[in-house]
Every structure is written in C-alpha cells, then in structure tokens.
C-alpha cells in the first residue's frame, strides 16, 4: 500500500483547509487509516482515525473542528479542518495500517505542510 497527502498550504487564523491522502495498490487490505501531525520541536501525534467500516475517532485536539472521511471508490481519505489555529500548524502525515495473514504494515506519506498564521 502507497500513501500520499495533498492539499497543506498557509492558511489565516480561523480558516479551513481540506487534505487529502489517496492510497494505492493493496487498499484491500486497509484496517484503518490514520492523520497524524507534526510540529516543529514535538513528537508525531495522532489526529484522527477512520477504520474500514468508517468509523471515525478524533483526537481531543481535533474534536468538533476536524472532520475524517473517506472516498471509497477513489481510495482517498480526507482530514477537513475548521476553526485553525496557530497551534495547528504542523506536517501533517496519512497513514496507512493494513495487514496481510502474516503480520500488519504500516504505510507512511511524505507528508503535507499546514501553516496557520495568527
């Protein structure tokens, strides 16, 4: 499975942006797919989460501001965000965990930068 985001840019205060993650190849095998973050100087830190079913879960950071969702038949994974905040601005990643009978895998993209300005 290949990940890749798009869609990070410099945003105001207050502002939105959509991201996206497309995945390729095995995307049978996904058990969720994940939105992580990271700022400068932090360690990585999970956003939100949506598993095959499409249940999503969202960190308390994220709550009520993002949203996740998915495209099925494009294989795209979206992170709307509302209401950002300097705070926000981060590389945001997409990660994809998917499994085969022998063991799981984790797949990473390049990853997207968010800048918010105050």
């Known amino acids: 499975v290949q990940v890749v985001e798009s869609g990070g840019g410099l945003v105001q205060f207050g502002g939105s942006l959509r991201l996206s993650c497309a995945a390729s190849?095995?995307?049978?095998?996904?058990?969720?797919m994940d939105w992580y973050r990271q700022a400068p100087g932090k360690q990585r830190e999970l956003v939100a989460r949506i598993t095959s079913g499409g249940m999503p879960s969202y960190a308390d950071s994220a709550k009520g501001r993002f949203t996740i969702s998915r495209d099925s038949a494009s294989n795209t994974v979206y992170l709307q965000m509302n209401s950002l905040k300097p705070e926000d601005t981060a590389v945001y990643y997409c990660n994809a965990i998917w499994a085969t009978m022998e063991r799981e895998y984790e797949s990473w993209g390049p990853g997207t930068q968010v800048t918010v300005s105050s």
């Open positions: 190849g095995a995307v049978h095998a996904i058990n969720h």
